[in-house]
């Protein structure tokens, strides 16, 4: 069974790094892309990026790029995501989500987030 | 690429039709899938590549499009059909959310 455990809530102050986890089971963890995903208070879902464990190939959406760290350790079966600075605005739910690719009938491969993590809540504030 | 949903929220009763649209930005084929999110629960995939159900996703949910506009349709609303519903293109990195659709019944 697939399964993406997530590391528990934190409470930060501003300035404060932060590294929370992601930890993959029932799968080949390296051959397999895991995303991370932000929902702010009341908001929706924003994809942040996403790497292949394998050999670490990452995708950052724009507005996360420079802000985030993604990694990942194939030993542990762990996706890491961290903040070296954090800010009140970071203040969000952070789900990983493992990608699948997905054949249509004309064979295009097309990338779905099939298993998510619980979440991790993370807190800034002063 | 930016999806944009609509509506952003409504209100029904069980046994309606409920449609809900997402409109990309630009050609995308048919590289969307839709999400259902509950409170306090992470999304679980309903629809991938814009009208293929996910193993174990009631029959009652569909969904339809491609090119630009998409849409997901509940054919008979139930009780347990609440939670906000997203769509996201997987035609390119980032993969973007539109903003969710709230539903509720009434």
């Known amino acids: 069974e697939v399964q993406l455990v997530q590391s528990g809530a934190e409470v930060k102050k501003p300035g404060e790094s932060l590294k929370i986890s992601c930890k993959g089971s029932?799968?080949?963890?390296?051959?397999?892309?895991i995303g991370w995903v932000r929902q702010m208070p009341g908001k929706g879902l924003e994809w942040v990026g996403i790497?292949?464990?394998?050999?670490?190939?990452?995708r950052y959406a724009p507005s996360f790029e420079g802000q985030v760290t993604i990694s990942a350790d194939t030993s542990t079966s762990t996706t890491f995501l961290q903040w070296n600075s954090l800010k009140p605005s970071d203040t969000a739910m952070y789900y990983c989500?493992?990608?699948?690719?997905?054949?249509?009938?004309?064979?295009?491969?097309?990338?779905?987030?099939?298993?998510w993590g619980q979440g991790t809540l993370v807190t800034v504030s002063s | 690429i930016q999806m944009t949903q609509s509506p952003s929220s409504l209100s029904a009763s069980v046994g309606d039709r409920v449609t809900i649209t997402c409109r990309a930005s630009q050609n995308i084929d048919n590289f969307v899938n839709w999400y259902q999110q509950k409170p306090g629960q992470a999304p679980k995939v309903l629809i991938c590549g814009a009208s293929t159900l996910r193993s174990g996703v009631p029959s009652r949910f569909s969904g339809s499009g491609y090119g630009a506009e998409f849409t997901l349709s509940i054919s008979s609303l139930q009780s347990e059909d609440y939670g906000t519903y997203y769509c996201?293109?997987?035609?390119?990195?980032?993969?973007?959310f539109g903003e969710g659709t709230k539903v509720e019944i009434k």
């Open positions: 029932g799968y080949r963890f390296a051959n397999s892309w």
């Open positions: 790497i292949y464990p394998g050999d670490s190939d990452l």
């Open positions: 996201q293109q997987s035609y390119s990195a980032p993969r973007t």
């Open positions: 989500a493992r990608q699948w690719d997905f054949f249509d009938s004309s064979a295009q491969i097309i990338p779905l987030f099939d298993y």
